[in-house]
């Protein structure tokens, strides 16, 4: 079990909590990830609260009491806590990983037991055809293929990624109520993709989940790129072969006070002249709130940390440094949003050890963004409030146009496909010239959070 952890607000829920958790336990383990009614002491066919919900992948549990914190008459004032009332620790007989509390609005328990890393692989990794049921599509490769090379680290990739984008699409689409449209497309010179978009849905303006499997031989403009970062790449006869595969989103919902979230995540594989591969990882998840709301930065930081503190105490401090490095508009002085966590050309300690930190990244992109989505939808916003949105969108489109190392690849790599590489653009977004918010205001609190950035755990 990676972990359980319980959002409650009074001692009844608690103890409801309690019993379900130990309903749970007993059920046979192909019934853990679904729904599971929690009987009362008045009724043994009773569901768990009002306005609750599992959260379940694999073997972890969630269970998260949500509501949308009311505002003043001029909406002006803060947003309520992520989880409404404060939440109990909740212990049972395994390890106590720790409690972390936030005192202004919420408690956060958290009891996780570890398992080791090759039992947790074998656990998560079955039969091909079996996961690719769940699939928003057949994968990119062909079945047989995968099947057939189902030991080798591009099969299991390409397998996360595909899961990664059909669990973060159906949690949208259960949250929404609309439909994504899956484009599936081919790219002559060697691969394709699948393009999972939901446009003008009652939520999401526009949201948008990418997996793409392309392969053949690096362009000039693209190896020029890698070299500029240190790798040292032997190609045979001018040509180095390769293979790139990975996941990307990005989210623009129309309430300016539901952030935009993009995550990636990536693999990348050259064959030199002498037959050895090189290989490397990369990817990351980062927020960008159009106001601040202190106790949704520490949720999405603090579930980024704990994914990466199973792996490496240092990952999460060094890759959240990376992550506003990275995502930094040099020409405007500030970041891009609130940061996250950011990798790139990683490739230790071992190939294998690298894919199970990828892959706890990628596990997190449901629990660190659907309950701030949860807690927001009702939220009333003011027209001021949806054109300062309208701006930092803007600020949002000249980042990935000319700063945004994905797009500049996809740019140079003939066959790419211009609409995919450009879904990470919102459908709207707004330049005001000299624009500059007013001292005091929560825009230019939103501001000085982008120019100083904050450690948010």
Not at 109 to 137: H, N, W, Y
């Amino acid at each position: 079990m990676a972990s359980i952890v319980f959002y409650t607000g009074n001692k009844v829920a608690q103890t409801t909590a309690r019993r379900c958790l130990s309903v749970h336990l007993k059920a046979p383990p192909a019934a853990r990830g679904a729904l599971l009614p929690c009987p009362s002491a008045h009724s043994p066919s009773a569901t768990l609260l009002p306005g609750s919900r599992w959260l379940s992948r694999g073997t972890g549990v969630r269970f998260m009491s949500h509501g949308s914190a009311g505002r003043s008459a001029a909406g002006r004032t803060r947003r309520g806590a992520l989880v409404l009332g404060g939440a109990a620790a909740v212990t049972a007989a395994a390890a106590v990983a720790g409690l972390v509390a936030n005192a202004r609005h919420f408690q956060r328990a958290q009891m996780a037991t570890r398992v080791a890393p090759a039992a947790e692989e074998k656990e998560q990794e079955g039969d091909i055809l079996e996961r690719c049921r769940g699939f928003m599509s057949a994968p990119v490769s062909d079945i047989n293929v995968l099947q057939g090379r189902k030991e080798e680290m591009r099969t299991r990739m390409e397998m996360l990624i595909m899961e990664t984008q059909a669990e973060f699409c159906k949690a949208l689409q259960e949250v929404d109520g609309g439909t994504f449209k899956v484009d599936r497309w081919d790219r002559k010179e060697g691969g394709g993709g699948i393009s999972c978009v939901m446009q003008d849905g009652k939520l999401f303006e526009k949201a948008g989940v990418n997996v793409s499997v392309v392969f053949g031989n690096l362009t000039e403009e693209a190896a020029r790129q890698m070299r500029s970062r240190g790798k040292v790449m032997k190609g045979k006869d001018g040509k180095l072969p390769f293979c790139a595969m990975g996941v990307s989103s990005v989210i623009h919902p129309k309430n300016p006070h539901i952030p935009t979230v993009h995550f990636n995540y990536r693999y990348f594989e050259i064959e030199e002249e002498d037959g050895n591969k090189q290989w490397w990882f990369g990817g990351g998840t980062d927020l960008t709130p159009v106001y601040v709301n202190k106790d949704d930065a520490f949720h999405f930081h603090n579930t980024l940390k704990e994914a990466c503190d199973k792996h490496h105490s240092q990952y999460y401090p060094d890759f959240k440094k990376w992550c506003d490095r990275y995502f930094y508009i040099r020409h405007r002085g500030e970041t891009r949003g609130i940061g996250g966590i950011f990798f790139d050309d990683l490739d230790s300690p071992s190939q294998e050890e690298a894919f199970n930190f990828v892959k706890s990244c990628a596990r997190t992109v449901v629990p660190c963004y659907l309950p701030i989505v949860h807690k927001h939808l009702n939220d009333p916003f003011t027209d001021e409030e949806k054109d300062w949105q309208q701006v930092r969108r803007g600020r949002y489109v000249e980042f990935n146009l000319v700063y945004d190392r994905g797009v500049k690849f996809g740019l140079a790599t003939p066959g790419s496909r211009i609409e995919s590489i450009l879904m990470s653009l919102p459908l709207t977004a707004r330049w005001e010239y000299m624009h500059e918010p007013a001292k005091g205001t929560l825009e230019a609190e939103m501001l000085e959070v982008l120019r100083n950035p904050k450690d948010w755990v």
